[in-house]
C-alpha cells in the first residue's frame, strides 16, 4: 500500500493540499459564526448582517474547494487502481507455469476485480478521508488555543484518549481482513464451477443442488465480511462513546471560560463545533485506521511492480543452429515416474514425431521443452546451452506450441492471428495458405474480420485449430511443438497442413501423435516411439 502511496505522491499532495484548505476554510467558518452569534446577542444588527455575509461567502468557497477535492481524489483512486490491476498482471506474468495453473482462474479474476475494488474501499478512500480529518484536528486544535490554552488542553486529552483506543484492535481486524480476502476468491472460484456445470445440473433435474450450493457460497462469501463489520461496527460505537464523553467534558470547559469572561460569549456555540472536528476527526481516524489494517492483506499477491525488472524477462537465447539436446532426463508427477533416462536429438530444421500411448509422457517432454515444468533431472540442451539458464518466456520466443484445445480470444480472427503485431499481406496470405485456413474464410461472413466468439465458440474445432497454426507460422518461429494439434482437421486439410509444415525447411518440427500411418512416418526425419511399461524410449530411424 505504501508503495503506492509514495509513488503517486504528487497527485495525492495536490488531493490533500485541497483538502487541508477546505478544512482550514470550516475552521474560519466556526470563527464567523461565533462573530455573528456574538453580534445578535449584543444586538448589533448591522455587525450581524455583515458577519451573516462573510457566512455565506464563506461557504460558498468551502463548497467549490470541496467538489475540486473530490475531483482530485477520484482521478488519483483511478490511477493507484490501474497501477494495482497493472502489478497484479506482472506478478502473474512471474509465476512459473505450474504455480500459474495450480490456481483457478476464478480466483485471478477476484484479485482484479473484488480485491481491487475492497482495496479502494479500505485503502485508499479511508486515506483520503483521514488526511482531511487530520488536518480538521489541527485546525481546530489551532483555533482553540487562539481562544484559551485550558481549551487546548482539553483538545489534547481528547486526542489521546482518541489515538490510544483503536491501537487494541488492530492486530484484529487485519485477521479479519484476511479472512474476508481469502473467502471472496473461494467463492469466485466455487462459483465458477457451479456456473460452468449449470447445463449438466439442469439437465439431471438437480436444481435443487444448483440452489443449494449457490446459496451456501453465497453465505460462505458473507459471513466474513459480516463479523469484520459486527466488529467494526462495536470497536466505532465504543470509540463513539469516547467522543461524546470527551465533547460533553469540552462543553463543559468553554461553558465556564465563558461565565468568567476569558472567551466571548458566542465562542460558546462553535467552540463545541470545533470541540466535535477534533473528537469527531479522531474517531474517524481511529476507525479509518482499522479499515487500512483490514486492507493490507489484500495487497499480498502484488509480487512485482512496474518499476521492477523481472530477472531474464527480456533477454533472448540464441536461435538454435544446430540442435536441441535431450540427455538422461527423468521427471515424475508426485510419485509417478512418467520420463526415466530419456536422451534424444532434435536438430535444427529435423521434423520429428513422438507417438505412443496416452500417459507415456508426449505432452510432458513437450512441457519440458518449453521450460513449463522445471523440476526434471537431467538436461536439455539448446545449442550446448543449459534450458535452466533462460526462464520459459525466453525459450518461447524461439518455440511456439499448438495444443489439442486451441484458446481464442473474444476478437477477431486476424487479431487471434497477429495478437496486436504488424505483418504484410504477403505474410498473413503465406500463413493462411501454410495452414490450409485460407478455404474457411471464404465461407465466413467478414473474413479475417469474423468475431471468433468466446473462447472461439463460433468457430469448429478444426477452423480454431487452423487459425492456431497460422498464429504460430506467421510469428515465425523456428521452431514449432504440435501436441495433436492437427486432431481435429480433416484428413485432407490434416494432410494440406502437415505438408505444409514437413516442407518448410527453416522449420524444426516436433509433433506428437498416438498413431502414425506408416507412410505418414516416412514423411519425418525420425520417429521416437515413447513406452509407458519400461518408461523409457525406443527409437524407430527412418532410412
Not at 486515506?127 to 481546530?140: D, E, H, R, T
Not at 476507525?287 to 487500512?292: A, V, Y
Not at 524477462?313 to 536441441?324: C, F, K, L, S, Y
Not at 521450460?371 to 518466456?393: H, K, N
Amino acid at each position: 500500500m505504501n508503495y503506492y502511496l509514495k509513488k503517486n505522491w504528487r497527485k495525492l499532495a495536490l488531493a490533500c493540499f485541497l483538502g487541508i484548505f477546505c478544512e482550514g476554510v470550516y475552521v474560519i467558518l466556526q470563527f464567523i459564526m461565533m462573530q455573528s452569534f456574538d453580534a445578535a446577542i449584543n444586538l448589533d444588527f448591522r455587525s450581524f448582517l455583515l458577519w451573516t455575509a462573510a457566512e455565506v461567502s464563506g461557504y460558498s468557497l468551502y463548497m467549490g474547494t470541496a467538489a475540486l477535492k473530490g475531483i482530485f481524489e477520484a482521478r488519483a483512486i483511478r490511477t493507484m487502481n490501474n497501477q494495482v490491476r497493472h502489478d497484479l498482471y506482472l506478478s502473474l506474468l512471474d509465476k512459473t507455469h505450474t504455480s500459474y495453473h495450480s490456481q483457478d482462474t476464478g480466483e485471478y479474476i477476484s484479485w482484479l476485480t473484488t480485491n481491487v475494488k475492497q482495496i479502494e474501499r479500505l485503502a485508499w478512500e479511508p486515506f483520503f478521508s483521514c488526511a482531511g480529518n487530520i488536518a480538521l484536528v489541527v485546525w481546530c486544535i489551532l483555533a482553540l488555543i487562539s481562544l484559551h490554552w485550558l481549551m487546548l488542553a482539553a483538545g489534547l486529552f481528547s486526542a489521546a484518549v482518541m489515538l490510544v483506543v483503536p491501537r487494541l484492535f488492530r492486530k484484529r481486524m487485519e485477521q479479519l481482513g484476511e479472512a474476508c480476502a481469502a473467502a471472496e476468491a473461494d467463492g469466485v472460484s466455487r462459483l465458477k464451477d457451479l456456473l460452468s456445470g449449470f447445463d449438466v445440473l439442469r439437465s439431471f433435474g438437480r436444481t435443487d443442488r444448483f440452489l443449494s450450493q449457490g446459496d451456501s457460497v453465497s453465505d460462505m462469501m458473507e459471513l466474513p465480511g459480516c463479523r469484520r463489520s459486527c466488529v467494526q461496527f462495536s470497536i466505532s460505537c465504543l470509540t463513539g462513546f469516547f467522543s461524546v464523553s470527551l465533547q460533553i467534558f469540552q462543553q463543559v470547559v468553554t461553558v465556564m471560560l465563558a461565565f468568567q469572561g476569558k472567551i466571548i460569549l458566542g465562542a460558546m456555540v462553535s467552540a463545541s463545533n470545533l470541540t466535535a472536528g477534533i473528537t469527531n476527526g479522531l474517531r474517524t481516524i481511529a476507525d479509518h485506521r482499522m479499515s487500512l489494517a483490514s486492507a493490507r492483506p489484500y495487497f499480498k499477491n502484488i509480487t512485482v511492480h512496474a518499476n521492477e525488472t523481472r530477472t531474464g524477462a527480456d533477454a533472448r537465447p540464441e536461435q538454435v543452429n544446430r540442435a536441441i539436446t535431450v540427455e538422461n532426463l527423468s521427471f515424475q508427477y508426485g510419485e509417478r515416474p512418467i520420463l526415466q533416462n530419456l536422451s534424444l536429438q532434435f536438430k535444427k530444421g529435423g521434423k520429428y514425431a513422438l507417438t505412443g500411448p496416452s500417459g507415456c509422457g508426449k505432452s510432458t517432454l513437450l512441457k519440458l521443452l518449453l521450460g513449463w515444468l522445471p523440476d526434471y533431472s537431467g538436461t536439455i540442451l539448446f545449442d550446448g546451452s543449459d534450458a535452466r539458464d533462460f526462464t520459459p518466456e525466453q525459450l518461447q520466443q524461439q518455440m511456439s506450441c499448438i495444443e489439442q484445445n486451441v484458446f481464442l480470444f473474444n476478437s477477431t480472427i486476424r487479431d487471434n492471428i497477429i495478437l496486436g503485431g504488424t505483418f504484410t499481406d504477403e505474410q498473413m496470405e503465406k500463413a493462411l495458405r501454410d495452414s490450409a485456413l485460407m478455404s474457411d474464410l471464404a465461407s465466413m461472413p467478414d473474413g479475417l474480420d469474423t468475431i471468433a466468439g468466446e473462447g472461439g465458440g463460433s468457430l469448429s474445432g478444426g477452423q480454431k485449430q487452423r487459425v492456431a497454426i497460422a498464429r504460430a507460422l506467421i510469428h515465425d518461429r523456428s521452431i514449432l511443438l504440435v501436441d495433436e494439434g492437427t486432431s481435429a482437421l480433416d484428413q485432407k486439410n490434416a494432410d494440406i497442413v502437415e505438408k505444409s509444415l514437413l516442407a518448410n525447411p527453416d522449420l524444426t518440427l516436433i509433433l506428437v501423435s498416438h498413431h502414425l500411418t506408416p507412410e505418414r512416418k516416412g514423411q519425418f526425419t525420425q520417429v521416437y516411439s515413447l513406452q509407458p511399461a519400461a518408461y523409457h524410449l525406443k527409437p524407430a530411424y527412418i532410412e
